[in-house]
Structure formats: C-alpha cells, structure tokens
C-alpha cells in the first residue's frame, strides 16, 4: 500500500531555509486526483497546515506562512518537497507529509520528522 | 482563514462510557470535514471524513454528525486504545485544524 516517508535535516539555523523531502512508494506521485501536503506539530501543540501541492502542479499555502514557503513535485523521483525560507525558533515541530484524494481530508500521513532551529 | 474551534479542551471519560466531541467553523465549510485520532508519538490517523463517513478500518464506534458549522464526534463505548488526542479539520477552504481535543481515562 502506499507509503510516505519525511527526510531532512533535523538542526536548521535561524535565517536558514529548511528543506524537507517526502518519499512517496507503493503509488505514483502523478496519479490524477491525489495531492499532497505538509502539516507541522511543534512540541505539545496542535496541528498546523502548511501547505498543499495538486498532481497538476498547483499549490497553496497557509496565509501565515505563504510568504516562505514553496512545495514542488519531482515526478522522476516520486517525491514531493518543501522549502520554508528564514526560518526561527517558532519554525521548530515535527514536520509531516500526507496525501489527499479528490480534495478530500488527508487519508494518509508519513511518520513525521523532528526538525530543531537552533544555532 | 476559517477558524476551527474545539470543544472541550480535555475530556475525562470511564471506560465503556459514550464521549462527544465538538468542532465549531467559524463560517460554513459544507460536509467538508474531517476527524483525526492522534496517539503520543504517533502520526495522525483519519477517522472521519465527509463529516459522517468512516475511513478504511475505523470501528463503528466511531461516528461523526453536522454540517455547516456545528459537527460532533461520538465515541459510543470508549475503548482503551481510545484515550488520544482528536482533532476536526476543514478542508472546504484551503485547510485548518482545530487546536484538538485531549480524551483521558477518568
């Protein structure tokens, strides 16, 4: 079945850009009527969306975040990334990726990759 | 931005009892909401979406209700793999989560 796994740095220094990628197996990238997304959870907090990225290229983002960040696919790889630039303390959670169908709720989540903004 | 607002914050329930859960809009996001279930170091897992349609694998005991603005999550007989955190998601617009609700073992 289809799996998502989270791969990055897990130490970023403030005013750094954080870069994440997220493995997609068991199903193309590609697949019309998936998109995919980025949540985040920093420590003891809720839930936050990032942003999401459609099989046709499309993005959007939180109107908190907008400004900073930019999803990509990379259909070669069957990957999809996330760049979030100028980044601080308030940017330190566990970073997730999920997939939608038909813009539906997110039915599959990767396990989340811890990522600390520390110099 | 639609806010989503949960309700309560905590929840402290016997086992084998009924726990409701509640998720307020700040305007209407239609059926186009969902339920997550998150266990500590866990990843999210989708419960409901549809506001009211089980996903794969979830049990009957799970069941959600609403639309518009007004949902409600009910766990009808509190197992012990139930005590975690919910939260309710919008996806009508964009997406934003409710700041959740923790269920604990009274």
Request: aromatic share 10%; charged share 15%.
């Amino acid at each position: 079945q289809l799996q998502l796994q989270e791969s990055g740095p897990g130490l970023v220094k403030p005013s750094e850009t954080l870069s994440l990628t997220c493995t997609v197996s068991g199903g193309s990238i590609s697949s019309s009527g998936y998109y995919w997304g980025w949540i985040r959870q920093p420590p003891g907090k809720g839930l936050e969306w990032i942003g999401v990225i459609y099989y046709s290229g499309s993005t959007y983002y939180s109107p908190s975040i907008k400004s900073r960040a930019a999803i990509s696919l990379d259909t070669s790889k069957n990957q999809f990334s996330l760049k979030l630039t100028s980044v601080t303390a308030a940017d330190t959670a566990v970073y997730y990726c999920a997939r939608g169908v038909n813009n539906d709720a997110f039915d599959i989540w990767g396990q989340g990759t811890m990522v600390t903004v520390s110099s | 931005e639609i806010v989503m607002t949960q309700s309560p914050a905590t929840l402290s329930v016997s086992p084998g009892e009924r726990a409701t859960l509640s998720c307020r809009a700040s305007q209407s996001v239609s059926s186009n909401l969902a339920w997550y279930q998150q266990k500590p170091g866990q990843a999210p897992r989708l419960l409901i979406s549809g506001a009211s349609t089980r996903a794969t694998g979830i049990p009957d005991r799970f069941s959600g209700s609403g639309s518009g603005t007004e949902f409600t999550l009910t766990i009808s007989s509190l197992q012990s793999e139930d005590f975690a955190v919910y939260y309710c998601q919008q996806y009508n617009t964009w997406r934003t989560f409710g700041q959740g609700t923790k269920v604990e073992i009274k």
